[in-house]
């Protein structure tokens, strides 16, 4: 399954199959980025990020890439499983100063 | 230690009372954040704190009243708050405010201004 940008804040995948979200950043200044996942009642929990001077980065199970060109990021996540379910922002920073700025999130919801 | 904690959990207050969120976090971080987030949006920053001094105040209203005590503890000191401001208010903190540094968050207080 796939959302683009911001029009599908909703996504929803059969479990085992293959997520893509993806998030459109507004900074070109912008030279870290990170996605966090957040379950309901929870914080933010950090999944994987990337540095401006690299176009992919993987974890286990999650992919980041990076398309500065386009200034878009999408997280990919592999085999996703009823755990995967959760509300997943995309966040850029500047290099200077402590601003950490969030996109609008997607939803993911799996189905067993 | 990789945990940020933060007391209450729960907090109802009315409009005229005082009350404080607090926050804690032992991985000699030496920048941390306050965040409030309305339910399903994304949370935003409200002040930023490095090395103990208040480096960013997001235009926040006096109502809201951070205090670092610390490198280990992060206050906020709540008065005379409007129902709006009922949110989940999150801490986080990070090794130091520059770029490259993820930072790590707290569960969240849950406000309910009555």
């Known amino acids: 399954g796939e959302n683009v940008g911001l029009h599908l804040p909703t996504l929803s995948v059969q479990e085992g199959d293959n997520s893509i979200i993806n998030c459109a950043y507004s900074?070109?200044?912008?030279?870290?980025f990170i996605w966090y996942k957040q379950e309901s009642g929870k914080g933010p929990q950090f999944i994987i990020d990337i540095r401006s001077n690299m176009d992919k980065r993987q974890g286990q199970r999650v992919t980041v890439l990076l398309n500065k060109t386009v200034k878009h990021l999408s997280l990919q996540i592999a085999a996703t499983q009823p755990g995967d379910s959760a509300v997943y922002f995309c966040a850029e920073k500047e290099n200077q100063g402590g601003k950490l700025i969030f996109g609008q999130g997607t939803e993911l919801s799996v189905k067993p | 230690d990789t945990e940020v904690t933060q007391t209450p959990k729960h907090l109802v207050m009315g409009m005229t009372n005082k009350k404080s969120l607090k926050c804690e976090q032992h991985?000699?971080?030496?920048?941390m954040y306050w965040y409030k987030q309305k339910a399903k949006k994304p949370p935003e920053l409200m002040f930023v704190y490095s090395y103990e001094k208040l480096s960013i105040n997001e235009s926040v209203p006096s109502r809201f009243s951070p205090e670092c005590p610390n490198s280990s503890l992060l206050n906020l000191h709540l008065h005379a708050l409007q129902p709006e401001d009922s949110a989940l208010y999150l801490c986080?903190?990070?090794?130091?405010?520059?770029?490259?540094?993820?930072?790590?968050f707290g569960p969240g207080t849950r406000l309910t201004v009555t």
């Open positions: 991985m000699g971080h030496r920048a």
């Open positions: 986080a903190s990070s090794p130091q405010t520059g770029a490259s540094y993820e930072q790590y």
């Open positions: 900074n070109s200044a912008s030279d870290y």
